[in-house]
């Protein structure tokens, strides 16, 4: 338990708030604050930001919350994590019953958990987690052999596939809770990590990346392969920046460095691309989930500076930074006009926005 809770802080120590940029700190601070401020007035009576929505949300409110540097024994997020954990469920897993999202669920409340373990109060709630999550990782056991392109992944249970979104939030709960990068899971999930990327080679044996070979990332390599920005002419699978952003986070954790190859292709592709006024690939579809996404993604990377295609080198916690604040509502939420993926619900918005925030801090 000791070694979980130790390795966990240096994990999590990506995403711990420190110092803001400082051209932007008063601004930062200004509109974290205002955010907690929309986040309290939006809890419920059951401490449940988004009660319809399942625990979630409620995840995804905590970790920002806490990250962006509410004590995790503030009134709010105590009141939120007592909700949270009444889904604990015997086996382990933190999900609503019958949840058909029970991976996406249990995977953001490690999070949450991770988030407010400070003390180690929590270790088991994380453990039964951890042994849940990969439980249901697609493998062997679920009869997907290495072979499969299922396998590795994690998924949404009654789609009958994995996907890079759910298996990225699954790789991330386990490293922040102290999980190793030579864990087994995690170098399953990255062998399903690397079929999700338009690289030929030996790491990608599907007929995708052939037909777009880019080095960006798409969303599933699964059940015939799917992109949620389409296809290309010849029947590739496009590539979009915030699966790219979440390929590369995830290969990060998974140990590889920046001289390997998926690595440098995701990394180019992302130069290419390299902008915060949109999802590239998707518009504005997604851009809270691009942007906690693309902050994690450029952290765990390392580097003060982003340096696009043209050579251009971009201060990104700042770029990203004053893109998220300027796009703040008076009443200190935020919110997508695009709403595909819910990002038309202020709750979950706010939490990315939040989350985003906290992980441009050095």
Not at 172 to 185: F, W, Y
Not at 204 to 224: I, Q, R, S, V, W
Request: charged fraction near 20%; hydrophobic fraction near 40%.
């Amino acid at each position: 338990m000791l070694a979980r809770l130790a390795t966990s802080f240096v994990v999590a120590a990506t995403f711990l708030p420190g110092a803001a940029p400082a051209a932007d700190e008063t601004a930062v601070t200004a509109a974290i604050a205002k955010a907690y401020a929309f986040l309290a007035k939006a809890q419920d009576e059951t401490g449940s930001f988004k009660p319809d929505l399942g625990p979630a949300v409620t995840g995804l409110a905590i970790t920002g919350l806490v990250r962006s540097g509410t004590p995790a024994d503030d009134p709010v997020v105590k009141r939120a994590l007592a909700y949270l954990l009444t889904f604990r469920q015997p086996d382990g897993g933190i999900y609503s019953p019958d949840s058909p999202v029970a991976n996406y669920e249990t995977s953001i409340a490690m999070l949450a958990l991770s988030a407010c373990n400070a003390e180690g109060r929590l270790e088991d709630e994380i453990d039964g987690a951890v042994k849940f999550v990969k439980k249901i990782q697609w493998d062997d056991g679920e009869g997907k052999p290495e072979s499969d392109p299922a396998f590795g992944g994690a998924g949404y249970g009654k789609k009958s596939r994995p996907d890079l979104s759910n298996t990225a939030f699954m790789i991330e709960a386990l490293r922040t809770v102290g999980e190793s990068e030579n864990d087994p899971a995690i170098q399953r999930a990255l062998v399903f990590v690397s079929r999700a990327q338009n690289l030929p080679g030996p790491h990608n044996p599907l007929p995708f990346p052939e037909k777009n070979p880019d080095g960006g990332f798409y969303y599933t390599p699964a059940n015939g392969g799917e992109s949620q920005a389409g296809t290309t002419e010849n029947g590739g699978l496009r590539s979009y920046a915030s699966m790219t952003y979440a390929g590369l986070k995830s290969m990060i954790f998974a140990g590889l460095k920046a001289d390997d190859p998926r690595v440098k292709a995701a990394t180019e592709w992302l130069r290419k691309h390299y902008t915060f006024e949109e999802n590239p690939g998707m518009g504005q579809a997604g851009l809270f989930y691009f942007y906690h996404t693309a902050s994690k993604a450029l952290g765990v990377l390392g580097g003060d500076t982003f340096t696009d295609a043209a050579g251009r080198a971009h201060d990104w916690r700042d770029e990203l930074t004053t893109a998220i604040v300027s796009r703040q509502r008076a009443d200190g939420s935020w919110a997508n006009a695009n709403e595909r993926w819910l990002e038309g619900e202020p709750v979950l918005t706010t939490a990315y926005a939040l989350l985003a925030l906290a992980n441009c801090r050095k």
